[in-house]
């Protein structure tokens, strides 16, 4: 799990970055969950929220410009 502090830091495009390796990050692990193969089923949980975490501060500094 992230730590929303850190993320309010960093700039737009580096959370975009963020948030496009978290989506291949979910890729991988939705496949895997496909195979049977995923250890942590809860880890899925907790990226897909990790991910609208960084969603939505993005969406928030895109407003105050």
């Known amino acids: 799990m992230m730590d929303v502090a850190e993320l309010r830091d960093l700039s737009v495009d580096d959370l975009e970055a963020r ?4 989506e291949d990050q979910l890729f991988r692990m939705r496949i895997q969950q ?3 193969q995923l250890d942590a089923p ?14 939505t501060i993005i969406t928030q500094k895109q407003g105050q410009k």
């Open 19 to 22: 948030a496009k390796e978290i």
């Open 34 to 36: 496909s195979l049977g």
């Open 42 to 55: 809860l880890k899925l949980r907790h990226t897909r929220r990790d991910l609208a975490r960084i969603k």
